[in-house]
Protein backbone atom coordinates (compact mmCIF):
# COMPACT_ATOMS: atom_id res chain seq x y z
CA UNK A 1 0.00 0.00 0.00
CA UNK A 2 1.46 3.42 -1.11
CA UNK A 3 0.96 6.73 1.10
CA UNK A 4 -1.30 7.81 -1.75
CA UNK A 5 -3.92 5.01 -1.16
CA UNK A 6 -3.71 4.18 2.90
CA UNK A 7 -5.39 6.46 5.33
CA UNK A 8 -4.71 7.73 8.76
CA UNK A 9 -7.47 5.13 10.17
CA UNK A 10 -6.26 2.27 7.61
CA UNK A 11 -2.79 2.88 9.73
CA UNK A 12 -3.85 3.34 12.59
CA UNK A 13 -5.93 0.21 12.62
CA UNK A 14 -2.70 -1.66 10.98
CA UNK A 15 -0.47 -0.05 14.23
CA UNK A 16 -2.75 -1.34 16.52
CA UNK A 17 -2.82 -4.75 15.51
CA UNK A 18 1.39 -5.14 14.26
CA UNK A 19 2.57 -3.29 18.03
CA UNK A 20 5.24 -4.89 19.53
CA UNK A 21 3.96 -8.10 21.35
CA UNK A 22 5.06 -6.16 24.86
CA UNK A 23 2.69 -3.56 24.38
CA UNK A 24 0.13 -6.08 23.02
CA UNK A 25 -1.73 -5.80 26.70
CA UNK A 26 -5.66 -4.91 26.65
CA UNK A 27 -4.78 -1.40 28.68
CA UNK A 28 -2.00 -0.09 25.90
CA UNK A 29 -4.71 -1.20 22.59
CA UNK A 30 -7.53 0.60 24.36
CA UNK A 31 -5.49 3.83 24.69
CA UNK A 32 -3.74 3.24 21.28
CA UNK A 33 -6.89 3.05 19.93
CA UNK A 34 -8.46 6.15 21.66
CA UNK A 35 -5.57 8.01 20.60
CA UNK A 36 -5.99 7.29 17.00
CA UNK A 37 -9.82 7.80 17.11
CA UNK A 38 -9.29 11.55 18.24
CA UNK A 39 -6.62 12.37 15.56
CA UNK A 40 -8.69 10.03 12.69
CA UNK A 41 -12.17 11.98 14.11
CA UNK A 42 -10.76 15.36 14.65
CA UNK A 43 -11.85 17.49 11.13
CA UNK A 44 -10.45 20.10 8.77
CA UNK A 45 -12.75 21.68 6.47
CA UNK A 46 -15.55 19.13 7.06
CA UNK A 47 -13.41 16.32 6.24
CA UNK A 48 -12.47 13.99 8.43
CA UNK A 49 -8.98 13.29 9.17
CA UNK A 50 -8.59 9.75 9.67
CA UNK A 51 -10.12 9.07 6.05
CA UNK A 52 -7.09 11.19 4.35
CA UNK A 53 -4.58 9.75 3.04
CA UNK A 54 -1.73 10.02 4.85
CA UNK A 55 0.50 10.97 1.88
CA UNK A 56 -1.70 14.19 1.69
CA UNK A 57 -1.95 15.03 5.30
CA UNK A 58 0.64 18.18 5.99
CA UNK A 59 2.32 19.53 9.10
CA UNK A 60 -0.25 22.49 9.02
CA UNK A 61 -2.77 19.42 9.61
CA UNK A 62 -0.90 18.12 12.77
CA UNK A 63 -0.71 22.21 14.35
CA UNK A 64 -4.50 22.57 13.91
CA UNK A 65 -5.09 19.00 15.73
CA UNK A 66 -2.44 20.15 18.48
CA UNK A 67 -3.95 23.14 18.58
CA UNK A 68 -7.46 21.56 19.18
CA UNK A 69 -5.97 19.52 21.85
CA UNK A 70 -4.59 21.73 23.69
CA UNK A 71 -7.78 23.89 23.83
CA UNK A 72 -10.03 20.89 24.62
Given at each position: ?8 N?F???F???A ?10 T ?7 Q????A?G?R ?5 P ?14 H????
Amino acid sequence: TTTAALTVNAFGALFVERARPARRDAAHRTNRRSMLRQLGEFAIGGRPLGTKPIGTITEDDFELFMTHLRSA
